[in-house]
């Protein structure tokens, strides 16, 4: 079975940056370049909303519009995992940040890591 684990979080000022981690083990079938991965944040009171995607080779991604030109997304095959750069944090960046992968039609997602944008 798939494990994703993600690290990274914490506390950090408005306008700082905040690179997160996921990574992934537990493969037997398959690797880690076999999944396309997500990421999503949920925010206090909120529902889960799509952040950043990137294909299996890395070679393209898609970017949520709250988080367009401040979030980079990539990963690295070999290490089995996938890091979120996020610089220009504004409060609204807050939530608990979840890891998704994906093959086909099955999913599987981490526990998340809190990121708090506060002054």
Not at 25 to 52: C, I, K
Request: hydrophobic share 30%; aromatic share 10%.
């Amino acid at each position: 079975q798939v494990h994703l684990v993600e690290s990274g979080g914490g506390v950090v000022q408005p306008g700082g940056s905040l690179t997160l981690s996921c990574a992934a083990s537990g493969f037997t079938d398959f690797t880690f370049s076999d999944y396309a991965m997500n990421w999503y944040r949920q925010a206090p009171g909120r529902q889960r909303e799509f952040v950043a995607a990137i294909t299996r080779a890395g070679d393209n991604t898609i970017y949520g519009d709250s988080v367009k030109g401040s979030f980079t997304i990539s990963r690295d095959n070999a290490k089995n995992e996938m890091y979120p750069q996020m610089d220009r944090l504004e409060l609204e960046n807050t939530g608990e940040y979840y890891c998704n992968g994906v093959r086909g039609s099955r999913g599987c997602w981490g526990r998340g890591t809190q990121v708090t944008v506060s002054s």
